[in-house]
């Protein structure tokens, strides 16, 4: 099982990015999808997550508003559109999938390598 994020780069302050993470699962469908960062010297944090049909998502109140999980099952790939950056986002960015329906900040089984993400002020 492989989790591929991308793009990720240099930003400024009030711009915009969007992550992809095309995974390898079998049967990407029956994944809830989930987003994590870690800026240096902090633990890893939730962004958000979406559930396998993305009738539901769940986001950490430091995105709301500004952070859009949405996924396309066709392709195996789960997006997270970011938006208004600030420098406090600059960190590596994770995707990760859990077996199941379920929007949860934890127990996920399946992790990316993780992208860049610098948002300068």
């Known amino acids: 099982v492989q989790l591929q994020a991308s793009g990720g780069g240099l930003v400024q302050a009030g711009g915009s990015l969007r992550l992809s993470c095309a995974a390898s699962?079998?049967?990407?469908?029956?994944?809830?999808m989930g987003w994590f960062r870690q800026a240096p010297g902090k633990e890893r944090e939730f962004v958000g997550a979406?559930?396998?049909?993305?009738?539901?998502?769940y986001y950490a109140d430091s995105v709301k508003g500004r952070f859009t999980i949405s996924r396309d099952n066709a392709k195996n790939t789960v997006y997270l559109q970011m938006n208004s950056l600030q420098a406090e986002d600059t960190a590596v960015y994770y995707c990760a999938a859990r077996d199941g329906n379920v929007l949860t900040t934890r127990g996920y089984d399946y992790w990316g390598q993780g992208t860049q993400v610098t948002v300068s002020s």
């Open positions: 979406i559930s396998r049909s993305s009738g539901y998502t």
């Open positions: 699962l079998r049967t990407f469908s029956r994944y809830s």
